[in-house]
């Protein structure tokens, strides 16, 4: 890369971040040939229902989110478009994808061993007989 040549239809400055547009580009359709390579059904089928609809929201919002540069390419503020209220839908829907599975991570309460676990570590004062018994019982030895 460093002997490419310099456009000179823009200022020299930003040839660096062009450059790594263009190698994010590359990547992105990299990406999507690989995904395009196996058919949606096929890529369903091995996954359970949560994985698919992480699939398909991930989808929806990179396919939206792809359109919104596009809009600025245009020229066209994407954040006066609906497909900002697109954007905020699906990322609505991604979080509670998220709850869900946190739920599923979270750790399950075993009541009986809570109780238990509380009873024996709460302090129990003796009964006051029983330490008087236990007095006089050393008293007449």
């Keep these: 890369m460093a002997e490419e040549e310099i456009n000179e239809d823009y200022p020299a400055e930003i040839h660096e971040y ?5 190698n994010s580009i590359g990547a992105v359709d990299d990406m999507l040939k690989t995904m395009m390579s196996v058919s949606r059904n096929e890529l369903l089928q091995k996954l359970d229902p949560l994985e698919q609809a992480k699939v398909d ?3 929806a919002y990179t396919l939206n989110s792809m359109f919104w540069v596009y809009l600025s390419t245009q ?4 954040k006066e478009h609906p497909v900002k209220q697109e954007l905020e839908r699906i990322r609505v829907y991604m979080n509670r994808v998220k709850e869900i599975t946190d739920k599923k991570k979270a750790a399950k309460l075993d009541k009986g061993a809570a109780s238990r676990f509380v009873k024996n570590a709460l302090w129990e004062p003796k009964p006051k007989n029983a330490s008087k018994v236990a007095s ?5 030895k």
């Design 75 to 78: 020229g066209v503020n994407p």
């Design 136 to 140: 006089k019982g050393k008293s007449k």
């Design 18 to 22: 062009l450059s790594a547009f263009e």
């Design 57 to 59: 929201l991930v989808s």
